[in-house]
């Protein structure tokens, strides 16, 4: 047995399968956009930590700032001893997130604490229970973010009951219109359906809050048209409904803005973000409008380790990484590769049903069939297992995870990033030889 296939049988041994693994494969360094393993071979990332890395894996700033403060502490509780990084932070969020308004903002350790965090607010400042929630949305893994969450396996399945008050939507899935329209002459009916809504599934005024991913992550990388959120937040916004952003997954520059949300001209009541926003280490935040945030009473919202001193200050880094590195413009660059090549391959292989994406958040949907539009989740895997021999990284996403989606860290090279594409190329054409 090689290190990698011991250490898969300790895990095996020591560790429940349900925290699942995509690659059998362990790390041993990381650096930029590449990950040698236990063994010494290197792999091209195109997963980042599902989003995290968006800074590039062990960058040097975000390293330094991690070292200065363990060196000076690594924990007060925010709640017990303040620190300024907290407050530095949090000024700095209220300042860049959308929305020209006095904004606050408030810190957790994992996406979906954040996601439960805004349900909290929203139903406080309300006084309504509430919450509207899309087909195919990923908002977590605990129990009011996972009953959040549209997808049944393997997330939701012999989990319930879930928490109540969640109502679904059809989310604005244009390949897989819902209302079998075709935009724009479906004059976006998915997003003005919502007024429908009210009268079949829930009344406005006993909404408290509408969650929504401004692009589907785990969903597909699925983008909605340019008109479909500054309807809804209307739609909201005319109904006291707090509009609520998931930016966990498009957040931190992905979409080649800072937020999703900025594509669209929209600036929601709370925003959420996790996952790249402190270059690795836990950490989230929700930032929104002042009165919202400032609604639930001194003792109400918080948590031990939430807003860790370490995290802000990697934050922190990370932020003056993005302005430094102008990785704003790399994401977008990095999206037109891909996207080029994406639609090249989609003219060569079948399997490839659709291509779409919003800055460097690209994602290729495979079917059995382009009329039929069967997903094709076993091929999928298929192409992710090719790919890890060929030395490249991947994760699938979709509610039938059949939707390749790339997040490598915005730093990789022009030559990594052609490497990782020619990767695909091959594993598409043994795909194709296989049938
Ligand atoms: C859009 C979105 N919301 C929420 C979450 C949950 O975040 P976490 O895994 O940090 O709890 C994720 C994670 O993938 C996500 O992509």
């Known amino acids: 047995m090689n290190k990698n296939e011991l250490l898969l049988a300790e895990r095996n ?3 429940p399968q349900g925290p699942f693994n995509t690659h059998p494969v362990f790390a041993e360094k990381a650096k930029g956009a590449v990950i040698t393993d236990v063994e010494g071979k290197e792999y091209i990332d195109f997963a980042g930590g599902i989003g995290t890395m968006n800074v590039g894996h062990s960058d040097e700033e975000v390293l330094k700032a991690i070292r200065d403060q363990i060196q000076k502490y690594t924990h007060t509780c925010f709640h017990v001893v303040m620190y300024e990084s907290y407050v530095e932070l949090a000024k700095r969020l209220n300042s860049l997130t959308p929305g020209n308004f006095p904004k606050k903002t408030m810190f957790a350790n994992s996406g979906a604490e954040a996601v439960e965090n805004t349900i909290k607010i929203a139903r406080h400042a309300t006084g309504r229970t509430a919450t509207i929630a899309f087909e195919d949305a990923f908002h977590g893994r605990t129990l009011l973010a996972l009953s959040l969450t549209s997808k049944m396996k393997p997330y939701k399945f012999g989990f319930g009951p879930y928490a109540p008050e969640i109502y679904r939507m059809p989310y604005a899935y244009c390949y897989r219109c819902p209302f079998g329209l075709k935009y724009p002459s479906c004059e976006v009916e998915c997003a003005h359906f919502l007024k429908e809504f009210f009268h079949t599934h829930i009344s406005a005024e006993q909404v408290a809050g509408l969650i929504v991913e401004p692009v589907l992550g785990e969903g597909g990388f699925v983008v909605p048209p340019k008109e479909y959120f500054g309807i809804l937040k209307k739609i ?9 952003a998931d930016e966990i ?8 803005r800072m937020f999703a949300i900025e594509h669209y001209d929209v600036a929601p009541d709370l925003t959420i973000m996790a996952k790249s926003i402190a270059g690795g280490l836990p950490l989230s935040a929700i930032t929104g409008k002042a009165d919202l945030m400032d609604h639930p009473q001194v003792g109400g919202l918080g948590g031990t380790f939430s807003g860790n001193p370490v995290s802000c200050r990697a934050a922190l880094a990370v932020l003056d990484q993005f302005e430094k590195k102008d990785l704003l413009s790399r994401a977008e660059k990095i999206g037109k590769r891909v996207l080029e090549k994406f639609r090249e391959l989609y003219d060569r292989y079948p399997i490839i049903g659709d291509v779409r994406g919003l800055g460097a ?11 039929t539009k069967e997903p094709a989740t076993a091929q999928t895997k298929r192409l992710i297992d090719l790919c890890r021999e060929k030395g490249l990284l991947m994760i699938s996403a979709g ?3 059949n939707i390749i989606r790339p997040l490598m860290p915005l730093v990789i090279t022009d030559e990594q990033l052609e490497r990782g594409l020619a990767v695909i190329e091959d594993g598409l054409h043994n795909l194709h030889q296989d049938k």
């Open 13 to 15: 041994r020591h560790i």
């Open 236 to 244: 909201c916004q005319d109904n006291g409904i707090v509009f609520i």
């Open 249 to 256: 997954q498009t957040g931190f520059g992905r979409t080649a």
């Open 361 to 371: 958040m690209v994602g290729m949907e495979l079917v059995v069939n382009r009329r």
């Open 399 to 401: 509610t039938h995870s």
